[in-house]
């Protein structure tokens, strides 16, 4: 597509429960960043997909975030036992490369969850 | 580790005024900088970015920074901001081989008619 797409734009869930947010970037971008915003609060980066290679995993804030990436192209932040701290708006961006290079970074409109 | 702080919350500016948001980063390298506007209800456009040479770099929109190193600084500039431009911006800062920016935690402009 044009641009990054994210879905669901909203999601209202139960505390305990299991959520799955969804980046499909801008086609031909071989980097794929999940940030994380919370109220108030800058973008905390959560973790970076780069092609084939393991990804960088160093800012998701507990064991219950995972994320993949199929086929080098869509990816799926999922957030397992959901806490009320975790209401936030997750930000998905891809990039031709490494952001801290040249490579200037694409945000979607993001994913606003919202935890009961 | 790096860091970058946006000392200013919230501004607000009377329309046709000019507008300077401050940004300071921390970190011994020579950084890439830039700039990222949010607009309500939207994703995060980049107005600006720095990355080697002339220190003043001109952006979308009428904006401008300029990096200071001997300051640790990124501010950018307007000279005559329009009610469209309230939104909330933030600076980020990347290095060689980091993989990702880090942001500032954003300031948030209103524009008085």
């Known amino acids: 597509g044009a641009g990054v797409s994210q879905s669901p734009s909203n999601k209202v869930t139960e505390k305990g429960k299991d959520v799955e947010l969804r980046c499909d970037p801008i086609?031909?971008?071989?980097?794929l960043y999940w940030y994380r915003q919370s109220l108030g609060q800058g973008l905390e980066f959560l973790i970076y997909?780069?092609?084939?290679?393991?990804?960088?995993k160093s800012g998701l804030p507990s064991d219950r975030f995972s994320a993949e990436r199929t086929g080098g192209s869509v990816s799926t932040l999922t957030i397992q036992r959901t806490q009320q701290e975790d209401s936030a708006v997750y930000l998905c961006?891809?990039?031709?490369?490494?952001?801290?290079?040249?490579?200037?970074?694409?945000f979607g409109e993001g994913s606003r969850l919202t935890v009961l | 580790a790096q860091s970058v702080t946006q000392p200013d919350i919230h501004i607000t500016v009377s329309e046709g005024a000019s507008l300077e948001l401050r940004c300071n980063y921390s970190?011994?390298?020579?950084?890439?900088l830039f700039w990222y506007v949010q607009s309500p209800g939207q994703g995060l456009q980049l107005l600006l970015k720095?990355?080697?040479?002339?220190?003043l770099v001109q952006g979308i929109k009428g904006f401008e920074a300029e990096f200071k190193r001997s300051q640790s600084s990124f501010n950018l500039r307007k000279p005559s901001v329009h009610w469209s431009d309230a939104a909330e911006y933030f600076c980020a800062v990347g290095y060689t081989g980091r993989r990702a920016l880090t942001f500032g935690s954003g300031t948030r402009l209103q524009v008085q008619p």
């Open positions: 720095y990355f080697s040479g002339d220190t």
């Open positions: 961006a891809s990039s031709m490369g490494l952001a801290g290079g040249t490579g200037e970074l694409f």
């Open positions: 086609s031909g971008h071989t980097a």
């Open positions: 970190y011994g390298a020579t950084p890439y």
């Open positions: 997909f780069q092609g084939n290679s393991a990804p960088d």
